[in-house]
């Protein structure tokens, strides 16, 4: 039973340590090979972000719109009543762009882009594509898993920004059109309420769960070695790791913001 139990203490310290060495190795094997094959990797990259932050923005937006009028109408049909009307904008804007946005799309995050990545990688160990990469010399950190952690990071930190300003701005205007909180909500005093650092712990918060998402999704989908079954397996192992991690590090994120 003790053996079970330092197992299961120790395992989370393992894995985390495993994530954290994929983008270690694969800038290690970016600096070794220099400038060879930086366009191709720009290129993927590119692509990568694309896929991950363009192509889905306006699913993203809608979403938070929608979010975002909730909570306002909650709001003020709470603190209306009780006098707390003008505090509304300074308590709801940086809630909703620095706390609910961010957590909700590195969640869509894992489902969508994470197991998407997992799935390619391990789809390409077990059609033997990255073992004939490696037998033509192309090193599979450096042009397979770097473009693909780097990509996820700028993803992440742009679309949770964008995504995170589009749902203050239409949440606050798709909940002014209702008489409940007409008087309370409006677009200018949303907005005036949004401070710098707020947005910018929003991207941060963004990009971290990018890198995240991109370290765990590229360790399980490198980890798949024998049969197309792994890849389910390794898919669902990185969604529940990577949400774990998102919900850990938007905790460690709130607070340090209130430490300080």
């Not at 995050?109 to 033509?136: K, M, P, Q, S, Y």
């Not at 742009?158 to 589009?166: A, C, D, V």
């Amino acid at each position: 039973m003790l053996a079970a139990l330092g197992r299961f203490a120790v395992r989370p310290l393992g894995d985390t340590f495993a994530a954290l060495a994929v983008p270690y190795l694969a800038f290690k094997a970016r600096l070794l090979e220099g400038s060879r094959g930086l366009r191709l990797c720009a290129s993927v990259a590119l692509r990568q972000v694309y896929f991950t932050a363009v192509e889905p923005l306006p699913v993203f937006a809608f979403m938070a719109v929608l979010i975002a009028a909730v909570l306002l109408l909650i709001a003020s049909a709470l603190m209306e009543p009780q006098g707390l009307a003008p505090l509304l904008p300074a308590l709801m804007a940086p809630a909703i762009v620095r706390e609910v946005i961010p957590l909700l799309v590195g969640l869509v995050f894992v489902a969508r882009t994470g197991t998407a990545v997992t799935t390619e990688i391990g789809t390409l160990r077990i059609t033997h594509e990255l073992d004939a990469l490696e037998v033509a010399g192309i090193n599979v950190d450096a042009f397979v898993v770097l473009p693909r952690v780097l990509g996820l990071t700028v993803a992440g930190g742009s679309l949770t920004l964008l995504t995170g300003l589009f749902g203050l701005v239409g949440g606050a205007a798709m909940a002014s059109l209702s008489p409940l909180a007409a008087r309370v909500v409006t677009v200018p005093s949303l907005v005036d309420a949004l401070r710098l650092d707020a947005l910018a712990m929003t991207a941060v918060k963004g990009a971290t769960f990018g890198f995240l998402v991109a370290c765990v999704a590229c360790r399980h989908g490198l980890a798949v070695r024998k049969s197309s079954r792994e890849i389910a397996v390794a898919g669902a192992r990185a969604t529940l790791q990577a949400t774990v991690a998102c919900f850990v590090i938007d905790a460690l994120y709130t607070l340090s913001s209130f430490a300080t």
